[in-house]
Structures are given as structure tokens and as C-alpha cells.
């Protein structure tokens, strides 16, 4: 099945997709980890939230280059994301999958997705620098404005529960308790 290619602002496309569908991501996205998000709550979004996409990243970036830029763990967010999707934000990126808080809080609103930990420079590859906010914040929590060209992702979490990482921790516990049970 061929990717389906999204462009930021994204629209109420997103809420057709499924967990387990292939994107590519082009457009404008933001960086933003626990710092930026505290900041954001306390003095307001920088950046038009509407259709926006946050990427989970602290990037290395050198002069006006991104050298690396992949995922963090996106579960350090959970109870730091629902400000965002209430002022419009209609995707997240990252890694290692989202609460189902967070996947309650998406419903009919937007989508988790998913890249692989490990990935850092081929995310850069697909990279431009167009600005940065926060940057007194330092090079990992500042928020970073990245243009993507086709980022290769996965749903993880789609707006009707689909969700992933729960289904194989869900599946996971299944065999534990079929296995260890006594």
C-alpha cells in the first residue's frame, strides 16, 4: 500500500487515517520537548497551532544545519499535550507510543505518528532550519522551525482509539499471563 502524503497545515484528512497507515510528512513542523512545553503553557503558543504538527525532538543542530533529529520518548509529554490539541494542533511525532489519555484526548481531534528511534539522520535528511523560538532554552528544548520534505512515518495513534502500542502491550500481557499463570 502506498504511503498517503500529508502537508502541513494538515486539514480533518488526517482524522480518515488508521493506526498502522503509512504517511510522508512534508511542510512546516514544530520541535518541542518538556521545556518548550511548560513555556508554551505559561506565555502562549509561538506558532499558529491550527493544523499544526509537534515533533518530539531535541535536533543537534550546527550553524544553520540540522546534523540529527530524531524522536524522543513521547510518553514523557502525555500530561503536557492537552493544551496543544485543544488549540488546534492535529498531529504529534515521536517515539514509543502516548498514553490513552493522550489517545482519548485525539479522538476526532488528530493523530499520534510514530518514527523509529534510531532514524536521527535520515529525519535530518529530510530536514530544513527555517527558525527557532525559545532559544534561550538551549539547543535541546529550544523550539525549532523545520520544513520536512516526505518524512517517513507510521500512524500510531489515530483519532478513533486506534492505538498501536497499546494493542501489542495489550497482546503482550496476553502471552505473559497465558505463559507465567499458575
Known sequence: MSPVH????????????????????SGTVYTARDEAHLRMMEDGIPFDPEGAAVYHCGPVI??????????????RLNRLTGFLLDAG???????????????????????YLALTGGCAVLAASRMTLRGVYYE????????????LDRLPLVVGIDSHGGDLFGAVAREANLQFDRRYTI
Open 62 to 75: 550546527s550553524g544553520s544545519r540540522i546534523i540529527a533529529a530524531g524522536p524522543t520518548t513521547s510518553a
Open 6 to 25: 500529508l502537508k502541513t497545515p494538515l486539514s480533518r484528512e488526517v482524522l480518515d487515517l488508521r493506526a498502522g497507515d503509512q504517511v510522508t510528512l
Open 89 to 111: 494542533v492535529r498531529a504529534l511525532i515521536g517515539k514509543g507510543g502516548m498514553s490513552s489519555q493522550v489517545a482519548d484526548q485525539l479522538s476526532g481531534r488528530g493523530v
Open 136 to 147: 534561550d532554552l538551549g539547543m535541546a528544548e529550544a523550539i525549532w522551525i523545520v520544513e
